[in-house]
């Protein structure tokens, strides 16, 4: 058995762990703060930065980030002499803040360094220090190896990756997540779900990802509670480690087909990547099942499709069914929306099959999917 395990310098978690970042901005210099949208959310954060004088520049990236958004903060911060990058909010923020980190210590533009549309040069130099603050509880982004860009010209989703892009110190405050609407909590959570189940059933899967795995999706059963209670610290908790979990299984066993359509939809429509993935996971699931019974019946994947049910559900004697079944109740339960509410129609289906099929999360799928299981699950997700 040989795997490796890799993730960012320091995890500090727990309610009320903010107040442990403006300390540790003040040891490394000025920052560069990469926020979402709105400066409200932040305004804790750049409060405690006011009271300990720390000179900060910001940054909003709204939306997914571009690859023109990108290289124009990187202009920005390198005219302001940066010493660390400070990345608050969702999945996309924090992406942005390690693109960014990365990019102020390793010349040219960021095409040069994207997978699959770009130039794929290797980061060579080490990024800026880089603290990590994630708002929402799906993507796990403060602690895996990847930024997910969105280039418009090719209208595609990609990663730039390395090692060097796990961020210096990951805070994870499920405080922070207390505020979120029930939209964003189902989207995120459903994302936050599919990278726990998709790391368990890699090829790539772990004695070590497999614990996190494990305890993730036990976690991730507090979801519908989340949703449906948005003040439940308990849930918020469990979600926030949900998610924790989910990025550092996914940054070390990879993903599979879901994230392997994700990338080419998210490039196409302007659909919020958990959406995407909650909408996807249970036909994806279904067709990897099937796909195992029939081709690969001996495949050991399968009793770990059977032990998912039975977390999932919290039954020790659920069947494979059983944990499909809970699944689409919950995306039934939380309001998942199909893939044509973003725009996505029949036309477009054999396009983003033929980019999934080179995306670098369909290398981890339990079992090869052929090209009419691939339409058939984007037709079923329309």
């Known amino acids: 058995m040989t795997f490796e395990f890799a993730t960012a310098n320091k995890i500090i978690f727990g309610p009320g762990t903010l107040s442990r970042a403006a300390p540790l901005v003040q040891h490394l210099g000025k920052a560069l703060v990469v926020l979402g949208r709105t400066i409200e959310r932040a305004a804790p954060l750049l409060e405690q930065l006011e009271m300990l004088n720390i000179e900060c520049t910001k940054v909003h990236v709204a939306g997914e980030p571009t690859t023109a958004r990108i290289d124009a903060a990187v202009n920005e911060a390198r005219a302001g002499d940066i010493d660390v990058v400070v990345g608050f909010g969702g999945g996309s923020v924090i992406d942005a803040s390690k693109a960014i980190a990365a990019l102020l210590t390793n010349a040219g533009p960021v095409l040069d360094y994207l997978e699959v549309i770009g130039a794929g040069k290797k980061i060579i130099c080490a990024p800026l220090p880089h603290i990590a603050i994630p708002t929402t509880a799906g993507t796990g982004a403060e602690v895996t190896k990847n930024a997910v860009l969105l280039s418009e010209e090719h209208k595609v989703k990609v990663s ?87 990025g550092l299984a996914l940054a070390n066993a990879g993903l599979g087909a879901v994230h392997g359509f994700a990338g080419p939809i998210g490039g196409l429509l302007s659909a919020p990547h958990g959406a995407v993935c909650a909408r996807l996971l ?29 977390i999932l559900t919290h039954d020790p004697n659920a069947t494979i069914a059983d944990g499909l079944q809970w699944v689409h109740s919950l995306c039934e339960d939380l309001a998942v929306k199909p893939l044509s509410a973003y725009g996505m129609s029949r036309d477009d289906i054999p396009l983003i099959v033929g980019q999934a099929r080179n995306a670098s999360s369909m290398k981890g799928n339990p079992i090869q999917l052929g090209d009419e299981e691939l339409l058939n699950i984007l037709k079923r997700a329309l």
């Open 160 to 246: 730039l990756r390395h090692d060097l892009l796990l961020p210096s110190v990951a805070i994870v405050d499920p405080e922070l997540t207390l505020s979120l609407p029930p939209s964003v909590t189902a989207n995120s959570g459903l994302d936050a779900l599919t990278q726990l189940i998709e790391p368990f059933v890699s090829i790539r899967a772990n004695p070590l990802t497999d614990g996190l795995c494990r305890e993730g999706m036990v976690r991730a059963r507090s979801l519908r509670e989340a949703f449906e209670n948005g003040d439940n610290r308990r849930a918020r908790e469990d979600m926030a480690l949900a998610s924790l979990f989910g």
């Open 282 to 310: 249970p036909f994806v699931m279904e067709t990897n099942v099937r796909a195992l019974q029939e081709r690969e019946p001996a495949s050991a994947i399968l009793a770990r499709y059977i032990e998912t049910s039975r």
